[in-house]
């Protein structure tokens, strides 16, 4: 069995790429780019829901020299052959992956979390029940984020 450890990583000035410019993608992007905008997005196409919001958008298919330079991957297309080619070239890179929705091939996964200026709280399932999590979280946020004081207070 996987086990995933809880981490904060330190995502200023890392570059993070995102082979993949979908819905898959999209979902993901929403929640990093509360923490960094120093997105690049690897896809023949991006929807439009990703365009002109600031990331670098390289509109081509994917290859193993995309990967150079950068911090973090999210393998995030509907493809589940490029996905895996994704991980393999990070492995032999030493770059962590995420390949979005298959936690066996992720190095790391993404917690459900609830943000309040600079405080956090994440909610996982080690990758196991993301609905389940998701609920946790969102019971979490109805009831006490109103209450909770910001980080200043």
């Not at 990583?9 to 990093?32: E, M, P, S």
């Not at 994917?62 to 994704?86: C, I, K, M, Q």
């Not at 917690?111 to 196991?128: D, R």
Request: hydrophobic share 40%.
């Amino acid at each position: 069995m996987k086990v995933f450890l809880p981490l904060n990583i330190r995502v200023d000035n890392k570059k993070i790429l995102f082979v993949g410019g979908g819905k898959i993608a999209l979902h993901k992007i929403q929640t990093i780019e509360r923490y960094t905008r120093n997105i690049t997005i690897v896809s023949p196409e991006i929807i439009d829901e990703l365009r002109g919001k600031g990331f670098a958008e390289v509109l081509k298919r994917y290859e193993p020299s995309d990967l150079d330079g950068f911090f973090l991957v999210y393998a995030s297309t509907n493809d589940n052959e490029v996905n895996r080619r994704v991980k393999e070239d990070c492995e032999a890179r030493g770059i962590m992956v995420n390949v979005v929705d298959n936690r066996e091939l992720s190095d790391f996964i993404s917690p459900a979390i609830i943000k309040k200026g600079a405080m956090t709280v994440a909610v996982s399932s080690n990758g196991q029940n993301v609905k389940k999590s998701v609920e946790w979280r969102n019971r979490l946020r109805d009831t006490v984020l109103n209450e909770w004081p910001d980080v200043n207070e």
